[in-house]
């Protein structure tokens, strides 16, 4: 209990007071933009009620949450309108036809243009929510990255996850040297106010009609710089 502790000895949530915006909406769903520092659902203090779902519960009582970010990540969050809907997604999220891509600011020049993170993982239950690499225990994780742009000291990557583990794009780009700005888990330079690390796009078939949809966001620690997906 007292590693546990540590992780959150310095921790005061402070969600920023921003409205979220609506990127997608029809009677089955909608997709909004989590900005970094919020978190996707209510916590068990009640100083962290505020998050993605209670802030749409407001409008729509019955509303659902399908999936979830980290609190320190941004980007899309789905969340459903109706049962029906809400199976439907979870479905797709489980079953990995869900696509997702996120855009990562990381420290250091990054060398190879692509590549793919191939590390296992499980929780570091001592300093939980923290992840590790555990090559006996740990479970399948995969990571496709490309290299959009080579700054002086960072390098602004599009990360595929194959996996969908806690955590996985946070250790896995700290496995190979590079962790993402900000991340105040997993890199030793603080000098990013948040997590440089962004939901972009999301694909996946409407709950009811099936139809493709997808859905993109603006990134915003480069919202000066075009990203075409």
């Not at 209990?1 to 920023?16: C, Q």
């Not at 009640?46 to 609190?71: A, G, K, N, W, Y």
């Not at 946070?170 to 962790?179: A, F, L, Y």
């Not at 990013?192 to 139809?211: E, G, I, N, R, Y």
Request: charge should be positive.
């Amino acid at each position: 209990m007292i590693l546990i502790k540590k992780v959150y000895d310095n921790f005061i949530y402070s969600p920023p007071k921003t409205s979220l915006n609506t990127v997608y909406q029809d009677n089955d769903l909608i997709v909004v933009e989590k900005p970094s520092g919020l978190l996707s659902t209510p916590g068990r203090l009640p100083e962290h009620r505020d998050s993605v779902l209670t802030r749409c519960q407001e409008e729509f009582s019955h509303i659902q949450l399908v999936h979830r970010l980290d609190m320190a990540t941004s980007g899309l969050l789905i969340l459903a309108m109706n049962k029906a809907a809400e199976r439907s997604l979870k479905t797709q999220f489980s079953n990995r036809t869900v696509k997702k891509v996120y855009f990562a600011e990381v420290n250091g020049v990054m060398q190879n243009n692509f590549g793919q993170i191939n590390e296992p993982l499980i929780c570091d239950w001592p300093n939980r929510p923290k992840q590790k690499i555990c090559y006996k225990y740990g479970k399948p994780s995969i990571t496709n990255f490309e290299v959009i742009k080579r700054f002086d000291k960072t390098s602004l990557v599009k990360l595929t996850p194959i996996t969908g583990r806690s955590h996985q794009l946070r250790v896995h780009m700290m496995s190979i040297g590079h962790p993402i700005l900000g991340d105040r888990f997993y890199s030793q330079d603080q000098n990013a106010q948040d997590m440089h690390l962004h939901a972009f796009s999301l694909d996946f078939c409407h709950p009811l009609t099936q139809k493709k949809i997808k859905v993109v966001s603006s990134c915003p620690f480069h919202k000066n710089f075009c990203i075409n997906d």
